[in-house]
């Protein structure tokens, strides 16, 4: 039972645009919701998170959207640059224990 | 500050073999956790630890797998005997405090891979 869900595998911008990635998740009972960022041969790295009694949250270049109505939560990155490009993770948390449950990941490629 | 960190980097062993994966946390960090990557699915929680007690070990796969943290600094985790399907990126990560902590700091990992 995969409790967050991230169902596009990939997704490829133009420099200078928006990305948009996009989770669902099906476990009303999560309390947090983070977004890790992970290149190749490093761990994953914490980027953002949101509060589920939260709608948005800002930092920077990116922003992270919660829909709990539609159990559904974006990434806006804003502008993309070719730094960004990794795998992104889509996380959940309860207030229970400090276990993160992941999605499987999107993998961002942002060309020049 | 340095972070957490694992060893080895890499370890290639046969089926039935025995290896022993390290973790150094942050310094300070009570928290230490151990997750799972077998390849193209998602991360997975394996434990945690608060110093040097297990928390929550509800993500082990099963008793091959045993993992201790002496004294609440490092942690190793065991694999005995290996099979194939313990393959994959094992992560550790660490976080501060007491109480739920969501900015755990990941390292490196460990690539296992089982032939």
């Known amino acids: 039972d995969q409790q967050v869900k991230q169902n596009s595998p990939s997704l490829s911008v133009q420099e200078g645009r928006i990305s948009i990635l996009n989770c669902d998740y099906t476990?009303?009972?999560?309390?947090?919701f983070l977004w890790y960022k992970k290149y190749p041969a490093e761990g994953p790295t914490f980027l953002i998170s949101?509060?589920?009694?939260?709608d948005k949250n800002e930092d920077g270049r990116f922003t992270v959207f919660l829909n709990k109505s539609a159990k559904h939560l974006s990434l806006h990155i804003v502008p993309s640059q070719p730094g960004d490009s990794a795998v992104y993770f889509c996380?959940?948390?309860?207030?229970?224990?400090?276990?993160?449950?992941f999605g499987k990941g999107i993998t961002l490629s942002v060309r020049p | 500050e340095a972070g957490v960190t694992q060893f080895p980097s890499h370890s290639v062993i046969e089926k039935g073999q025995t290896v022993t994966l390290r973790c150094d946390p942050i310094?300070?960090?009570?928290?230490l956790y151990w997750y799972r990557r077998v390849m193209g699915k998602e991360i997975k929680f394996l434990l945690h630890?608060?110093?040097?007690?297990?928390?929550?070990e509800s993500g082990m796969p099963n008793n091959r797998f045993l993992a201790e943290r002496t004294g609440g600094t490092y942690s190793t985790l065991k694999v005995q005997p290996a099979e194939l399907e313990d393959s994959g990126v094992y992560f550790c990560?660490?976080?501060?405090?007491?109480?739920?902590?969501?900015?755990?700091?990941f390292g490196p990992g460990t690539r296992l891979t089982v032939t």
């Open positions: 990560a660490s976080s501060q405090g007491h109480i739920v902590s969501y900015e755990q700091y």
């Open positions: 476990n009303s009972m999560f309390d947090y």
């Open positions: 949101i509060s589920s009694i939260k």
């Open positions: 996380a959940g948390l309860t207030g229970a224990n400090s276990k993160l449950t």
């Open positions: 310094s300070g960090h009570d928290n």
């Open positions: 630890f608060v110093k040097e007690s297990k928390q929550d």
